[in-house]
């Protein structure tokens, strides 16, 4: 495989799965989007295509689903369901938490997860905990500091570096207002993609790693 050429205007909704058996079967190389509910996943999809294609809410655990989302049919966005949502029932965070898990841990699709975090505030234990099972599991993974453009220029460095230490993983600052880490985004999502090779047939299957 060469090096995945984009223009990052193509994209589409291709499914959106409340259980394993509704992942779509298809050959596109898929980054899974994972962060604590209301950190940005759906804004951060829209400034990446410059659309509106993902729907954005300012309430916290209002997605229930995974949404896959091909972009320019090189590359698969999966849009997990917010974690950490206190408010929200124990049997739905139980459900959410096993779908999860179940599409992380055996999708053979898979080549990478951006963890998003929101640069105003410490990881929290959630995070933390996302992190290590990432490590555990063997997955590439970014961390991307949602909301740079709530801080002072001067002091997003220190809160990236801290980001990293904590997850134990790269880390860059993202801003889906301005646009700020868009560039340093993509060429990671290009990375994740040139990096790895998953299965053709799009199935489930064994671990990854």
Not at 27 to 47: H, M, T, Y
Not at 73 to 85: A, I, Q, S, T
Request: hydrophobic share 40%.
């Amino acid at each position: 495989m060469g090096r995945v050429v984009m223009d990052w205007r193509r994209v589409r909704l291709i499914a959106t799965a409340a259980k394993p058996e509704q992942f779509p079967r298809h050959r596109l190389p898929e980054v899974a989007l994972a962060g604590r509910s209301n950190v940005g996943k759906s804004s951060l999809i829209n400034q990446l295509v410059r659309s509106r294609l993902a729907r954005t809410s300012n309430t916290p655990g209002r997605t229930q689903t995974l949404n896959f989302y091909a972009i320019d049919e090189r590359l698969c966005l999966v849009d997990l369901p917010g974690y950490g949502y206190a408010r929200m029932p124990e049997r739905v965070r139980r459900r959410l938490g096993s779908l999860i898990e179940e599409y992380l841990a055996s999708r053979e699709n898979l080549v990478g997860v951006v963890q998003l975090v929101d640069i105003r505030h410490p990881p929290t234990d959630n995070d933390r905990a996302m992190a290590e099972w990432l490590a555990h599991y063997g997955k590439t993974a970014v961390a991307v500091a949602t909301k740079a453009d709530k801080i002072a220029r001067g002091q997003r460095k220190a809160r990236v570096e801290a980001v990293a230490r904590e997850l134990g993983m790269p880390a860059l600052a993202f801003s889906a207002a301005t646009g700020e880490g868009r560039d340093e985004l993509i060429r990671v999502l290009r990375s994740m993609v040139d990096g790895a090779r998953p299965r053709a047939n799009g199935g489930r299957g064994g671990l990854l790693g």
